[in-house]
């Protein structure tokens, strides 16, 4: 068949079989960050120290892979109970990111009348994926400064009776913890599951593990690739057996590959110098904040998180967005992703170096 006409018998398929609402999606946008100060995706950007390095890719040369991982990962498994206090009396399931894990969930509960709820912005990967498995979505939007609406969503708990609710802690896109009592109140509103998801949990002060103890219908969500590890793709889930059990059931046999175990193994043997790598993002967060505060036309919200959102008074957004990447700083800009964020970007603290990049170029965009 000559190429043209084979293009069009495809179409011709696709726009039959594809379901339409896929068809009309946008697929996931990630920026092309070469030769830029990438500060758009929450990444750490600091390496292992040499020697480390060495030692890991010692471990990494002694592996083969013409035999299928762990299934189920133990060793891992093991690692994270160790570095991350979590209780033997929970369970735990490993995800290709902690992406795959909100599919995993979403999946074994889907259903006609499922409904899946969580406050908005918050992370998109909630909505994105009740969709491709066709539940119905609900977001309830933030209050005042992106704080969480405790009324709004008691009423729409009560209301849609959802079986999944999902609550980044801290918060993506707005870097705030909702807080401990709010949290404990939607849990136990809550008629289904309740997933406080912790991918920022390293730069908060915060851990959700501890209320497993209180709930039923509570699952906490972890992932490695805010720490310094966004390459591995691994995430976490903890909870009672009774969930891990059944969610496990819809996991693909093998979705953790074999050097991500190696490594992941490798680098919770290692925590303290990702630990230490955080305690300085810390402070350099603090740092930027502060320096964000001061110039004229922005504002800055804290963050609990490795990143600080803020919005543009002046400039519009997109157009401070475009003129950040021409001078060679790849931010996130969030304006146009949810009404609560109009005006609004995104930046990831960077190492000093970057982050003073980041201030020269933004201040003098302003001025
Ligand atoms: C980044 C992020 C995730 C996903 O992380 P993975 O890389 O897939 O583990 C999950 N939740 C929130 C709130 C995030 O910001």
């Known amino acids: 068949m000559p190429q043209k006409e084979l293009d069009q018998a495809v179409q011709a398929r696709v726009e039959k079989w594809v379901r339409s609402d896929i068809q009309s ?10 030769g830029l100060i990438k500060l758009d995706a929450m990444e750490n950007p600091y390496t292992w120290e040499e020697e480390l390095k060495q030692q890991w890719l010692a471990e990494m040369q002694q592996q083969s892979l013409n035999r299928y991982p762990d299934p189920s990962g133990k060793s891992v498994v093991a690692g994270l109970k160790e570095v991350f206090g979590i209780d033997q009396r929970y369970d735990v399931l490993l995800g290709n990111g902690s992406d795959e894990l909100i599919q995993i969930i979403i999946a074994a509960l889907a259903a006609d009348n499922l409904t899946v709820l969580s406050p908005e912005p918050s992370f998109v990967m909630y909505e994105m994926i009740a969709k491709f498995l066709r539940v119905n979505y ?18 729409a708990i009560e209301a849609h009776q959802p079986g999944v609710v999902f609550l980044a802690q801290p918060n993506n896109p707005t870097g705030n913890l909702f807080g401990e009592e709010k949290v404990r109140r939607i849990i136990e509103a809550s008629p289904g599951l309740v997933v406080v998801d912790e991918a920022y949990l390293a730069f ?14 509570l699952v906490v969500m972890r992932t490695l690739s805010k720490v310094g590890l966004a390459g591995l793709r691994l995430g976490f889930l903890v909870g009672h057996p009774g969930w891990i059990n059944e969610l496990n059931k819809v996991r693909l046999p093998y979705n953790i590959n074999q050097l991500t175990q190696v490594s992941a193994q490798f680098a919770l043997l290692h925590y303290n110098q990702l630990a230490e790598q955080i305690t300085q993002l810390v402070v350099d967060r603090e740092r930027l904040f502060e320096s ?26 997109k157009a401070l967005h475009q003129a950040l990447i021409k001078e060679g700083v790849l931010i996130k800009c969030l304006d146009g992703a949810h009404p609560l964020l109009t005006g609004c970007l995104r930046v990831t603290v960077g190492a000093p170096a970057e982050n003073e990049a980041f201030l020269k170029v933004l201040s003098a965009l302003l001025s």
Do not use: C, H
């Open 25 to 34: 999606l946008k697929a996931y946008q990630v920026a092309d960050a070469s």
């Open 138 to 155: 609900v977001g309830v939007p933030l209050g005042n400064d992106f704080t969480l609406d405790l009324t709004a969503m008691l009423d």
């Open 204 to 217: 908060a002060e915060s851990n959700a593990l501890t209320l497993l103890a209180d709930y039923s219908n």
């Open 292 to 317: 964000l505060q001061q110039l004229e036309g922005i504002t800055v919200w804290p963050s609990q998180a490795n990143f600080l959102l803020f919005r543009s008074l002046t400039v519009p957004a």
